[in-house]
């Protein structure tokens, strides 16, 4: 049997996250860790440590493996360059977006308490604690999770269809790491 190290089960984060967000939106902040690291892996030491060890959500893909799956090859498009800096474009404009009206409820606007999923569906959420911050605080909060919660739900929608870590094919984050580490490299090898 195969030996487990600690970030076998870093699944549990993933977990951990979604839920506390349900019952109070304003720990959607926490997913900052996991937007930055990535960052800072491929950025500092110009690799995908991250990607291949410590990402949560692909630890919880891993687990969950082929059950519920037709494990199918993923299409040749999703790995396309056009389809993968495509997407990561698409998914950093819906991200400036939700920043945008941030910035909007920081300067007066009203507070959205709703999470959008597939930047589309509006869900009523939960508002405990979000009287005790300051209005923009909570709504990037909303924004973020609704974020955190559509890359969820591509990410398993995709493994129903293909195999279990097929979401990685396109992520943004990994597609954004990649880069980086490609021109890190680059700049290293003049
Ligand atoms: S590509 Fe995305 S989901 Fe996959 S391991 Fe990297 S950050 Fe995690």
Redesign the pocket.
């Known amino acids: 049997m195969k030996k487990k190290y600690w970030y076998d089960y870093l699944w549990i984060v993933t977990i951990l996250y979604f839920t506390l967000g349900f019952f109070n939106i304003l720990f959607a902040w926490l997913g900052m860790i996991m937007f930055i690291l ?1 960052l800072l892996f491929a950025i500092i030491g110009g690799n ?1 440590l ?3 060890k410590y ?1 949560d ?2 630890r919880l ?1 891993e687990l969950l493996g082929g059950r519920f799956s037709l494990n199918m090859a993923p299409p040749p498009f999703l790995r396309s360059t056009w389809f993968r800096y495509g997407f990561l474009a698409f998914f950093l404009t819906m991200f400036g977006l939700m920043v945008a009206y941030t910035y909007q409820v920081f300067t007066g606007a009203p507070l959205r308490e709703t999470v959008t999923l597939l930047w589309t569906f509006k869900l009523g959420w939960s508002t405990a604690g979000v009287s005790s911050v300051t209005p923009w605080v909570a709504q990037y909060a909303y924004g973020f999770y609704g974020v955190m919660l559509t890359s969820l739900v591509l ?1 398993l929608a995709t493994r129903v269809l293909y195999r279990p ?1 097929s ?2 094919v396109y ?1 943004p ?2 597609t954004m ?1 990649q880069g980086i580490c490609k021109i890190k490299h680059r700049n290293d090898a003049k």
């Open positions: 990535p995908k991250y990607c291949n990402c959500r692909s893909f990410g870590r979401w990685c992520c984050m990994g790491t």
